[in-house]
T-cell receptor
Framework: DAMVIQNPRYQVTQFGKPVTLSCSQT?????MYWYQQKSSQAPKLLFH???????NEADTPDNFQSRRPNTSFCFLDIRSPGLGDTAMYLC????????FGSGTRLTVV | KQEVTQIPAALSVPEGENLVLNCSFT??????LQWFRQDPGKGLTSLLL?????REQTSGRLNASLDKSSGRSTLYIAASQPGDSATYLC??????????FGTGTSLTVIP
């Protein structure tokens, strides 16, 4: 049973057109994370929530925003995607170790 | 800041061979260390988690060891199979809910 679910699996968006990626979890974990992973690179942390406490990484572009309306759901909003934002976006929760979703592959054209 | 390094970056072995993947980290003050597998275009699948008080964990053909004092972990894969071909990532969990990934080892098992 999937415990961290990301939608959609694939997303193509136009340059500058806002896009929202979603993540839900059934683990009831307090901490949720968003990572960006570009080809052949390690995942890079964008931000994380400890419950509703939002923590932004210093080098996360302002173009990236996040919302967590409740424990189960977390959203990644990219306000004006650029070509350089083409990547895999991974959502994760932490309890006993990390559990990742299957990711959303975003392509900006 | 924690730095996690994985060597080699790529490894190619014939089917049936036993192999070891290496992970080193600079800050030994970790809660745990986790090994993941990532298939191309997919998310990360957790393989093994070793708590800081543990020395090793085993799951099937996989065995992971942890030596905090030397800042090293190894992932041992016995009797490799083509289906083991993937990128293997190690990551440490440090204080402040900080999770640091290595750059990964790309493994190819040749039939």
């Amino acid at each position: 049973d999937a415990m961290v679910i990301q939608n959609p699996r694939y997303q193509v968006t136009q340059f500058g057109k806002p896009v929202t990626l979603s993540c839900s979890q059934t683990l009831n974990h307090n901490v949720m994370y968003w990572y960006q992973q570009k080809s052949s690179q390690a995942p890079k942390l964008l931000f994380h929530y400890y419950d509703k406490d939002f923590n932004n990484e210093a080098d996360t572009p302002d173009n990236f925003q996040s919302r967590r309306p409740n424990t189960s759901f977390c959203f990644l909003d990219i306000r004006s995607p650029g070509l350089g934002d083409t990547a895999m976006y991974l959502c994760a929760t932490s309890g006993y170790g990390y559990t990742f979703g299957s990711g959303t592959r975003l392509t900006v054209v | 800041k924690q730095e996690v390094t994985q060597i080699p970056a790529a490894l190619s072995v014939p089917e049936g061979e036993n192999l070891v993947l290496n992970c080193s980290f600079t800050d030994s003050a970790i809660y745990n260390l986790q090994w993941f597998r990532q298939d191309p275009g997919k998310g990360l699948t957790s393989l093994l988690l070793i708590q800081s008080s543990q020395r090793e964990q085993t799951s099937g053909r996989l065995n992971a060891s942890l030596d905090k004092s030397s800042g090293r972990s190894t992932l041992y894969i016995a009797a490799s199979q083509p289906g083991d071909s993937a990128t293997y990532l190690c990551a440490t969990w440090n204080t402040g809910n900080q999770f640091y990934f290595g750059t990964g080892t790309s493994l190819t098992v040749i039939p």
